[in-house]
């Protein structure tokens, strides 16, 4: 694995390269520090009076679940979240015109045993072509607040061209969204959604810990393994991470190579486009269905009924 560190080399380039397995990190450009701030901000107003970082000693589990259960979506869908992805982006050396991206999500890693499941999951090792993304689709990640070595993301580059035993084939988004989605908040001591998993016993190491500065960001494969390392300090990690797609890769069907996902379904509708927000062309989306959308589509209309 490459760790490409402040690159300059086109966006072009270093898709290119993500798609081989590299791994970028940049440097906090403005608009990232603003939604890291945007961020804090809403944070300590959902936690108020508690400092956010230790909030797990003074709150009740299911006190904080029901917090991060308003917090979580009201960064997601918070307008000027959007507004600094844009930002980010062409800071970033991307072309709005083509880039697509998902909207940002807020993670929260928690020490101990404190909020492992729903609302705060503890991501198993796991790639996101497990779970319906598109061999195209990048990762980004940033912290909110300084992170540690023991509370951070664990990328395991060893699984790049490994394949892993794996329950991907169970796995269809649509479904996913129809029967689980809604319910992350209800699942505080446990989660009984049922996720791909590895099937066969996993070699965790060597493992790649970034650990940057606040809203310092990392750019990934879909297709790379990766895992919530186990927090083992006595301070709770936010962080931010969304996706995106090149209107060009999704085109010519370009990107990482498959080694072990059987998943049906694809995310490929819910990107937006870097500059109006609206999303990929119908006949761009339609080279990924695979016939379930249809499937899962009468099972909304039935369950709403
Ligand atoms: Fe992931």
Redesign the pocket.
């Known amino acids: 694995m490459n760790i490409y560190i402040t690159s300059n080399i086109s966006d072009d380039d270093r898709r290119e390269k993500l798609y081989e397995g590299s791994i970028f990190v940049h440097a906090p450009s403005p608009s990232a520090l603003k939604l890291c701030a945007l961020a804090q901000q809403l944070i300590e107003e959902a936690f108020h009076p508690y400092e956010p970082l230790t909030v797990q000693e003074k709150l009740p589990v299911e006190e904080c679940a029901r917090i991060l259960g308003i917090l979580k979506p009201k960064f997601i869908h918070h307008p000027k979240s959007k507004e600094y992805i844009q930002g980010m982006l062409t800071e970033l050396g991307c072309d709005l015109e083509k880039t697509y991206f998902d909207v940002p999500r807020m993670r929260t890693a928690f020490p101990g045993d404190y909020l492992k499941s729903g609302i705060a999951y503890a991501?198993h090792p796991?790639r996101?072509t497990w779970y319906s993304a598109p061999f195209c689709q990048i990762?980004w990640w940033m912290p909110i607040y300084p992170i540690n070595s023991e509370n951070c993301m664990a990328l395991h580059p060893s699984y790049w061209d490994r394949p892993v035993k794996n329950g991907s084939s169970q796995y269809n988004y649509y479904k996913w969204n129809l029967d689980s989605r809604q319910n992350a908040a209800q699942h505080v001591k446990a989660d009984t959604r049922i996720q791909p998993r590895p099937e066969e016993p996993m070699e965790l190491e060597p493992q790649v810990r970034l650990v940057g500065d606040v809203a310092g960001a990392y750019q990934f494969s879909a297709a790379q393994m990766?895992s919530t390392v186990p927090n083992t300090s006595p301070v709770t990690r936010y962080s931010i991470d969304f996706r995106t797609v090149h209107l060009d890769d999704v085109v010519n069907r370009v990107g990482a190579p498959n080694v072990d996902s059987a998943c049906t379904g694809t995310t490929m509708a819910d990107y937006l486009k870097g500059t109006d927000f609206s999303n990929l062309p119908a006949e761009a989306i339609a080279l990924y269905l695979d016939g379930t959308e249809i499937e899962y589509a009468f099972a909304a209309v039935t369950k709403k009924a």
Do not use: L, Y
Request: no cysteine.
């Open positions: 991501f796991h996101d990762n990766h």
